[in-house]
């Protein structure tokens, strides 16, 4: 349990929940669920798709990006932890740099970077289902099998996908059952003195200086993508059991379990396979399993990492369809796109336009321009959201929080900003990419600005 900060600008205790009776939401996830759920958010694609793109950016070193992102995540749950337990609402990011900044247009931008990342992450696990994952069993085009897929996740959601938190812990379950296969041939393959540990100080790079620190950094804001997922936990605050006491304890945990499990896996990943085989592989921790010299069907092994890429998709399609919804009905996006079905109740127009988004994405991307789409996406939100709790230190509320040292925000916006910046060696496409999104985005903005005025809205 979390002690209350004396120095917290909160100086008045109040009721232990203070968003009870505010909000209609069922208060039904307690401590341990709410751990499970944030792991179960940050773990699928990055860990398992990413893993080889990230060391053919580094090379042999491949723990060492991972362990970079593990700090920087770190820093931004921080300031997550600080702003939920401040204000225990479900909106987030947009929710935060409303009250801070009170710019419509920030937060919007903010709220359509948030649901862009959800597309691009998504479009990222569709590309890893089609690659080697898939081609265990059988051999087709992949970028058919990715449009396909995105597809029939669309149709899915249209449906009606009504998954509870008891059955994310059962997903979850799965997904990590994936990585702690690898993690026990790595202590196998340890004890029998297999593997090239010279391989783990090798660093990747066209030379020394700057290009060794851009080569590092671009590593890291790829290996980045894999740390995602954590700053959705926060819109189940309205659904959490005493989230001010709840979250801290959970993200913390939650952040903790899933760095230290990646750090491992990329340290066993590199030990045992050599980087360009890793960097040539879209399913990396297959060709782990399959050097492992541990008797584990590499099949069963494909059948878990799909279930993991489709979870991931599955919940960032939905996320993205329902923050397209919400922000129609709050009037900043064309009202049109808020339409329901009638019998399903389903956001059919917000579904159609984040599929046809997706689609977009999955026949123009590859895995590493995708998940480097979704990270530089949500640096740029991480930045954002480590201002905006200094900003909001001079809001007070009324019952005690939180309060995370001054120190980490500011640390956590600065590496965002580095890591989100072209000093992180990244491909041209991700910029345009993210703009092309961006922009289509603003047009939609000026577009229903320019229909409410004409209505006298």
């Not at 337990?85 to 900044?101: D, I, M, N, R, S």
């Not at 051999?139 to 149709?155: E, M």
């Not at 954590?230 to 709840?246: G, H, I, L, Q, Y």
């Not at 910029?431 to 409410?452: E, F, H, P």
Request: aromatic letters at 8%; hydrophobic letters at 55%; charged letters at 15%.
């Amino acid at each position: 349990m979390q002690t209350p900060d004396p120095t917290s600008d909160s100086p008045a205790p109040a009721p232990t929940d203070p968003a009870d009776g505010n909000s209609p939401l069922k208060r039904a996830i307690g401590p341990k669920l709410l751990i499970l759920f944030v792991i179960g958010d940050i773990l699928g694609t990055g860990i398992y798709a990413t893993t080889g793109k990230v060391a053919g950016k580094i090379g042999g070193a491949l723990w060492l990006p991972f362990l970079i992102g593990f700090v920087v995540a770190l820093l931004t749950a921080a300031s997550y932890v600080e702003l939920v337990g401040k204000y225990p609402k479900a909106a987030g990011a947009a929710l935060y740099t409303q009250k801070a900044f009170k710019v419509p247009f920030l937060t919007f931008i903010v709220a359509f970077m948030v649901m862009c990342s959800g597309l691009s992450s998504a479009s990222a696990a569709a590309r890893a289902f089609s690659g080697d994952y898939l081609g265990e069993f059988v051999n087709v085009s992949p970028t058919l099998v990715a449009v396909l897929f995105v597809l029939a996740l669309a149709a899915l959601n249209l449906r009606g996908v009504s998954e509870s938190v008891k059955t994310n812990v059962v997903l979850t379950l799965v997904e990590l059952t994936g990585l702690l296969v690898i993690l026990c041939i790595g202590a196998v393959a340890v004890f029998a003195g297999d593997g090239e540990p010279a391989r783990l100080t090798e660093i990747q790079a066209d030379g020394t200086g700057f290009a060794l620190m851009t080569g590092i950094l671009g590593a890291t804001a790829l290996g980045f993508f894999a740390f995602v997922g954590f700053e959705d936990s926060v819109n189940m605050a309205e659904e959490t059991k005493d989230p001010v006491r709840t979250f801290p304890k959970a993200l913390f945990i939650g952040v903790g379990v899933t760095g230290t499990i990646y750090v491992l896996v990329a340290l066993i990943s590199s030990l045992l396979v050599d980087n360009q085989v890793l960097a040539e592989s879209s399913g990396p921790l297959l060709e782990v399993v399959k050097a492992g010299g541990v008797d584990f069907p590499p099949k069963l092994f494909a059948v878990i990492a799909l279930f993991a890429v489709t979870n991931s998709a599955l919940i960032n399609i939905m996320m993205a369809s329902r923050l397209c919804y919400g922000m129609a009905n709050e009037r900043i996006l064309p009202r049109a796109m808020g339409r329901v079905l009638p019998r399903r109740r389903t956001p059919v127009v917000g579904i159609v336009f984040t599929a046809l988004l997706a689609v977009g994405l999955v026949s123009t991307g590859e895995i590493e321009g995708l998940g480097d789409t979704t990270s530089f996406l949500l640096l740029c939100v991480f930045a954002v959201v480590n201002v905006a709790v200094l900003v909001l230190r001079k809001d007070r509320v009324a019952h005690r929080h939180f309060r995370t040292p001054t120190a980490l925000p500011v640390l956590g916006a600065i590496t965002a900003v580095i890591l989100a910046s072209p000093l992180a060696d990244r491909a041209a496409d991700v910029y345009i990419r993210a703009g092309v999104l961006l922009l289509l985005g603003i047009g939609l903005w000026a577009v229903n600005k320019l229909v409410m005025r004409a209505r006298g809205e």
